[in-house]
Every structure is written in C-alpha cells, then in structure tokens.
T-cell receptor
Framework: GQQLNQSPQSMFIQEGEDVSMNCTSS?????WLWYKQDPGEGPVLLIALYKAGELTSNGRLTAQFGITRKDSFLNISASIPSDVGIYFCAGQPLGHGNQFYFGTGTSLTVIP | DTEVTQTPKHLVMGMTNKKSLKCEQH?????MYWYKQKAKKPPELMFV???????INESVPSRFSPECPNSSLLNLHLHALQPEDSALYLC???????????FGSGTRLTVV
C-alpha cells in the first residue's frame, strides 16, 4: 500500500489553542479526506477535498488540498475538550479507483 | 438512514472456528470496503467491492473470505485465524469512486 506520513504523531494542547497537522505522500493524490476516530469507534469523516488548492471548512475545522497534490493540512481553531481523539488523513492515489490509504494518525489531547 | 451497521460488535473465536462478520448499509452506496485496524495504527485496506464485484484484494490471506450478497450487504468469512489477526475490523461504504467513506463502528475480534 501507499505510505502517508502524518505529523505530528501526538499533540498536547490547552483548551482554546489552535491546532495544525499535516499529511504528506510521495505520490500524487486525487482526493484527500480527514477523519476523526474516538476509542472503540469507527472513523468519522470530517472534511473531503477533491481539487488541488481547495480550502474547505467544517465549523472550527479547515483543511487544504496542497498545490503539489502530495500533501494536505488540517487546522482546528479554538480547541475544546471534545476535540480529543485520533485524526487520520486518507488519500486516493492517482489511478487507484476506490482505494484510500490512511496516514499514521495524530493523537490530540486537549487539556481543560 | 445514513449509517453503516456492523455485527457483532465483539467476537472471540478459537483458531479452529469459522465465523462471519456482517455489514449493512441502506444509503444506496455501490462501493463497500473492509479495513483492518490494529491498536494505535491506521486502518489498512483489505478488500474493495464495487457494484457487488470484488475489485481489490490487498494480498489478504485466504483465511479471510469476503462476500457481497447484494448491494446493501457485505460479509467477511473467517476460518482458521491466528492470534495476530485480532484487531478491529471496519466496514465502510461510499457513493462512488473517490468519495468519502462512511464507516461502521467496527467489530472487535479476538482470536484465542
């Protein structure tokens, strides 16, 4: 499968702070997705990006599809305790139909 | 109905047992997926079904056998598993290629 490198691996932040994480690949991707996973649950889709340069928001979350098509970024503004969880990027490589591959994940802890 | 339902939620099986995991969606999605997730790791793609036909098998051992009886159902038949197969098994569906997945809550499988 494809390798997606996600950073940082973990973050410990104070409530109210902004968060940034990113995902990079050695391959060109058609689509980038960002998911959040709570313990014992399946990942929940936060944002989907379909075009290079696209910037999309979902409430306090904003994600961007990198111009090179090899990276994507997720920002969370004014973090709150319920933002705690693991955030995964997922990408669909060029010419790979239904296949999405997941990044290594960023574990977010928000300290009240 | 915007859910993917997986049963059972938990399963413990011996290495000589045969069991099946079930997944159901009623969103009219024509692509369905099985992922395997080990603790603190990203989901790993196992199988992709597109219009009820197996389109991708990511070199999964034959002790895992997928089946798609109709457009709403996806099964994963398990036989002669090993303890290292213990993991969270996630089912997902999507409208078409390159659209974001909707995941189920997963089946926590333990092989003893």
């Amino acid at each position: 499968g494809q390798q997606l490198n996600q950073s940082p691996q973990s973050m410990f932040i104070q409530e109210g702070e902004d968060v940034s994480m990113n995902c990079t690949s050695s391959s060109i991707f058609n689509t980038w997705l960002w998911y959040k996973q709570d313990p014992g649950e399946g990942p929940v889709l936060l944002i989907a990006l379909y075009k290079a340069g696209e910037l999309t928001s979902n409430g306090r979350l904003t994600a961007q599809f990198g111009i090179t098509r090899k990276d994507s970024f997720l920002n969370i503004s004014a973090s709150i305790p319920s933002d705690v969880g693991i955030y995964f990027c997922a990408g669909q490589p060029l010419g790979h139909g239904n296949q999405f591959y997941f990044g290594t994940g960023t574990s977010l802890t928000v300290i009240p | 109905d915007t859910e993917v339902t997986q049963t059972p939620k938990h399963l413990v099986m011996g290495m000589t047992n045969k069991k099946s995991l079930k997944c159901e969606q009623h969103m009219g999605h024509r692509a369905m997926y099985w992922y395997k997730q080990k603790a603190k790791k990203p989901p790993e793609l196992m199988f992709v079904y597109s219009y009820e036909k197996l389109s991708i098998n990511e070199s999964v051992p034959s002790r895992f056998s997928p089946e798609c009886p109709n457009s709403s159902l996806l099964n994963l038949h398990l036989h002669a598993l090993q303890p290292e197969d213990s993991a969270l098994y996630l089912c997902a569906s999507s409208r078409e290629q390159a659209y974001g997945y909707t995941f189920g809550s997963g089946t926590r499988l333990t092989v003893v």
